[in-house]
């Protein structure tokens, strides 16, 4: 069965700093890996996916996320964090014609 | 502005209400589903309709019966629900099934009493 960790209820960073959001995933296939962001009162928010091509992808608001197959992995990155960074962050996993499976979310605080 | 816009944004209801959710998308998109986000749980699958069919039902309870008259246009009925269904539905599209990647609506706060 598909499935998605994210191994951090929360993760805290001084702004500025770089930031780090885990996400571990299992699958029988090639996956398709996406990372959503949930602002307060509003929708989820597609940042950016991983298809095919360059492990690296990037995305909205500066963010970046390293594709690792070894390592079953998927961690979202950003160089510099801003406080509006601060949002709830959902990795999600899907194989070619199957459903989205999200995993329980990481809440990112970034501290001014 | 994903493009799905739900309604209500808030709703309190109590246990033997039918209350009634909408979701409307004009992205031209084909595949909408329903999903329940409850605190510090994944996102839960509940239905999804390709083409107005559903094709699939996650176990959901038959408390909720959702219905999809057009490809614009969900909703999800709600009859004698219980204070553990209060939550926060979502509601998404994509452009098809093999395309899974999705338009999120801004959800309705459910509070069941």
């Known amino acids: 069965a598909q499935s998605v960790a994210q191994p951090e209820d929360q993760v805290n960073v001084a702004e500025g700093n770089p930031l780090t959001v885990k996400c571990t995933y299992s699958?029988?296939?090639?996956?398709?890996l996406f990372w959503y962001v949930q602002y307060p009162n509003r929708g989820l928010q597609f940042l950016l996916k991983?298809?095919?091509?360059?492990?690296l992808v990037k995305g909205s608001y500066g963010f970046e996320a390293e594709f690792n197959k070894s390592q079953t992995s998927f961690h979202l990155k950003k160089p510099s964090a801003l406080v509006s960074d601060s949002a709830l962050y959902f990795c999600?996993?899907?194989?070619?014609?199957?459903?989205?499976?999200f995993g329980k979310g990481t809440r990112l605080h970034i501290l001014p | 502005e994903t493009g799905v816009t739900q309604t209500p944004r808030h709703l309190v209801m109590g246990m033997t209400n039918k209350k009634s959710l909408k979701c409307e998308q004009h992205?031209?998109?084909?595949?909408m589903y329903w999903y329940k986000q409850s605190a510090k749980k994944p996102l839960e699958l509940m239905f999804v309709?390709?083409?107005?069919?559903?094709?699939e039902n996650n176990s959901v309870p038959s408390r909720f019966s959702p219905e999809c008259p057009n490809s614009s246009h969900l909703f999800l009925h709600l009859h004698t629900l219980q204070p553990e269904d209060s939550a926060l539905y979502l509601c998404?599209?994509?452009?098809?099934?093999?395309?899974?990647?999705?338009?999120f609506g801004q959800g309705t706060r459910l509070t069941v009493v």
């Open positions: 998404a599209s994509s452009q098809d099934l093999r395309v899974p990647e999705a338009f």
């Open positions: 699958v029988s296939g090639n996956p398709y």
């Open positions: 991983y298809i095919t091509g360059d492990n």
């Open positions: 999600a996993v899907s194989l070619q014609d199957d459903k989205i499976i």
């Open positions: 992205l031209g998109h084909n595949a």
């Open positions: 309709y390709s083409l107005e069919e559903r094709v």
